[in-house]
């Protein structure tokens, strides 16, 4: 957007908000017009509802006098007169009726309907439905059988029909009827009817003064939300548009007394004709003031951007547009001023920044032995900001061992900073030329070129002060492997490998935080350990599950291979390897696999290459065979379990059996006697003949609470010969005689 663009909406929206804000005043008057006629047109609802319930208490008091009248229940249930007493009881129960005739103005008539006789009692008559129905209240479109079908015989309770033409052809008013079904609260099968008629004018005098007064029309809906009159207006206006397409305003209140809503409808016009002109008035006044504030925001506009145009045209005269595309006006002045400073910047900073990697990728491609050095000249070195001064050079690799208090979530961007670390600090430490390139996840390498005079105990300071920075500083323990000394550029490979060498040792020796390959090498042994009679005892270890002596056995072993002198790591892999195939000798002796037993997460052999250090492949082949014995174990300890729980099975079935016993219950199983009392002993902790006079107590006392048995039969029935074996065996485990026992039962 150009600036002459941005100017005229600046000026536009500083116009625009007095707009704004007398929209918003515009519209809250508006609503609070709005509320007010809506409160107005409520009260008169309000007004209209407790004044017609007023009215409707009065009918509702003449029907529950009528409904609880004593004697109706018996009309109710006697059929069509016979004898003058029957003709006489509905002329008494008529001058009955006659006493609540005057009771309400409201109310224009009544009657009740009897349908086991079918006769109808009003305050002035009886008759038969039939007459009643053609020569005093009939209903215009209705036949009788309809009238009868559809009003008297239907369950109404408290119902209201429409207002409607009802009586003869010189009698005919609109009547509102309400129905109650008798006896009260009868809805499925009423023996009658009590009907009460309303004359439509009774309620629209009530309303007129209220529909007069907000020139609208109030209708009445029942319970069931059907429309029973309307008064004052046109009653065919309704919600919305009226029939002059003016907008109508719509208010209900529901009455709880008689379940009816009154629903006003009012034209707007009445409430809104000075309002509206009010509104008109507004507007005019608005849009003069959009007028005259465009205009000037016009003339402004100009004003101001004309120093800006010719600041740019005086630009264009001296200096060619820019080649990329502007914003604006002013996004090009300062495109202009800025080209000039960047162009002269630009290649420089464009160097100075891949100068890192490019010496970068030079260094490990060195490492690795890609690099032709005897092509290398002073020149090329100085482009990648690479400087050899001195004739000697080492390499230093730096293993990042545990750096869990420095990254958090194991996450690239973390390692790839703890890496970025090491370097500079290895690249700050003053100590000769030293060049560092970052190789793995976990390992930084560093290339020194030293004077002569510098030796192994100069390299050792380097590492101890690095360590001790990295470690203090950024929470990071290092293993730093370091190689020969060489003279010239051409075997900076051979150092590189030397020092990853050097680092591999140290999975295999005791922790040291810096490790020499020339000392490492001298030291390290070229044999393992192992003997076949090492190997043959702890198979028989683990197949008998015996745990300790398995942990004992591969411990010795760790002690005797790594405990004084280091080892290769080709060999100490080789000893965790033949331990592994130990291992697999084993699960095919006991038909196991591999699988079934830890998984196929990660390969055995994988873990032994991938280990951090001996400890931990120490702790991995242990927590392996540890698995194993425990199986082992626990497959011996689930078939003793399950032969013991048949034994006491046996015993709890058959213990009423006299001639049970030792012999008989080894001969069940097919053992011997000696063996089942000790297998019973040794599982159980008790001793079989105990165990089975425990079981014919327990059942004896049993029968000595739910039984009148004697203490013979009860001995008989658990499997002793006689009350004698019985009462010695009861009183050695109780302390007392099956009498006395049965003697406390009773007491």
Same mark, same amino acid.
């Given at each position: ?9 600046? +000026? ?44 409707? #208490? ?27 007493? #029957?003709?006489?009881a509905y002329l008494d129960f008529m001058r009955e009726l006659a006493r609540y005739r005057n009771s309400s ?5 009544? +009657? ?27 209903? #215009? ?13 239907? *369950? ?75 008064? &004052? ?89 820019p080649a990329h595309r502007v914003r604006n006006e002013y996004d090009y002045i300062k495109s202009a001023v ?68 420095? =990254?958090? *979530? ?77 003279? *010239?550029?051409?075997? =900076? ?46 198979? $028989? ?5 015996? $745990? %300790? ?46 699988? #079934? ?11 032994? $290459? ?10 991995n082949v242990c927590a392996m065979f540890e698995k194993v014995c425990l199986h082992v174990q626990e497959q ?14 046996? =015993?709890?079935?058959?213990? &009423? ?7 008989? =219950? ?20 008790? $001793? ?42 009861? %009183? ?16």
């Open positions: 957007m150009n600036v002459l663009a941005a100017l005229l909406l600046s +000026y536009l929206a500083v116009l625009l908000l007095p707009v704004a804000v007398f929209g918003v005043l515009y519209t809250q008057i508006e609503k609070v017009m709005e509320q007010n006629a809506n409160h107005a047109n409520l009260a008169l609802i309000e007004q209209a509802k407790q004044v017609v319930d007023g009215r409707l #208490d009065e009918m509702h008091l003449i029907a529950r006098n009528i409904t609880s009248h004593p004697k109706l229940d018996s009309l109710l249930r006697s059929g069509a007169p016979s004898s003058g007493t #029957d003709h006489y103005s409201f109310v224009s008539d009544f +009657y009740v309907y009897f349908r086991e006789s079918d006769m109808i009692v009003t305050p002035s008559m009886k008759s038969n439905s039939a007459m009643f129905y053609s020569g005093v209240y009939g209903y #215009d479109g209705m036949t009788y059988e309809q009238w009868k079908t559809d009003i008297l015989h239907v *369950g109404h309770y408290n119902g209201f029909l429409p207002i409607a033409e009802v009586g003869n052809a010189a009698r005919k008013k609109r009547m509102l009827t309400f129905l109650q079904a008798l006896p009260f609260g009868e809805k499925s099968d009423p023996k009658g009817m009590l009907a009460i008629f309303i004359d439509e004018r009774q309620i629209a005098a009530l309303l007129e003064k209220i529909t007069k007064a907000s020139h609208g029309t109030i209708y009445i809906k029942d319970a069931s939300g059907q429309v029973i009159m309307s008064c &004052g207006g046109n009653p065919q206006e309704t919600e919305g548009d009226g029939e002059d397409g003016g907008r109508m305003m719509t208010l209900s209140v529901h009455s709880a007394a008689s379940g009816w809503e009154y629903v006003s409808v009012v034209p707007e016009e009445v409430f809104w004709a000075k309002v509206n002109g009010m509104k008109r008035m507004a507007i005019g006044v608005l849009v003069v003031y959009l007028i005259a504030g465009a205009a000037a925001c016009v003339y402004m506009t100009y004003r101001a951007y004309n120093p800006l145009r010719d600041i740019i045209r005086f630009i264009r005269q001296s200096k060619p547009a800025a080209d000039s400073f960047e162009k002269q910047t630009e290649m420089a900073e464009q160097l100075s920044r891949q100068t890192p990697v490019i010496r970068s990728n030079f260094i490990a491609r060195l490492l690795k032995g890609y690099v032709n050095v005897r092509e290398l000249s002073t020149e090329s070195l100085a482009f990648m900001g690479v400087s050899f001064p001195y004739p000697c050079y080492c390499v230093a690799a730096v293993g990042l061992r545990d750096a869990s208090e420095f =990254i958090r *979530g194991d996450t690239e961007g973390e390692w790839a900073l703890i890496r970025f670390v090491t370097g500079k600090v290895a690249e700050e430490i003053p100590f000769a030329v030293s060049y560092p390139v970052e190789i793995e996840k976990d390992l930084v390498a560093v290339v020194f070129n030293m004077p002569e005079h510098y030796g192994v105990a100069d390299l050792y300071d380097w590492a101890d002060r690095l360590q001790t920075v990295i470690g203090q500083r950024f929470k990071t323990s290092t293993t730093v492997g370091i190689s020969s000394i060489r003279h *010239g550029l051409e075997p =900076i490979a051979s150092c590189f490998a030397e020092s990853m060498k050097a680092l591999e040792y140290s999975i295999f020796t005791a922790y040291k935080p810096v490790l020499l390959y020339e000392e490492m090498r001298n030291k390290a042994e070229d044999y393992y350990d192992f003997p076949l009679e090492t190997e043959i005892q702890l198979i $028989n270890a683990v197949k008998s599950g015996d $745990n %300790k002596t398995a942990e004992s056995i591969i411990r010795n072993l760790y002690r005797n291979n790594f405990g004084e002198k280091p080892m290769t790591p080709e060999l100490g892999r080789l000893l965790f390897a033949n331990l592994v195939s130990t291992l697999f000798k084993l699960l095919n002796a006991l038909n196991l696999k591999y699988e #079934d037993m830890f998984g196929s997460a990660r390969k055995p052999l994988e873990s032994i $290459n991938e280990a951090g250090s001996v400890e931990e492949l120490y702790r011996r300890g689930d078939a003793a379990a399950v032969m013991l729980e048949k034994i006491k099975s046996y =015993i709890d079935e058959h213990h &009423g059996d006299a001639m049970i016993g030792l012999v008989s =219950i080894a001969d069940h199983f097919n053992i011997t006697p000696p063996y089942l009392s000790a297998f019973f002993k040794k599982h159980s902790g008790t $001793n079989l003949t105990d165990y089975l006079a425990q079981v014919r107590i327990e059942r004896s006392k049993q029968l000595m609470k739910e039984s009148k048995h004697t203490i013979s039969q009860i001995a008989r029935s658990v499997g002793y010969a006689n009350d004698v074996g019985f009462i010695r065996v009861f %009183k050695k485990y109780e302390g007392i005689t099956p009498g006395k026992y049965r003697d406390m039962l009773r007491s």
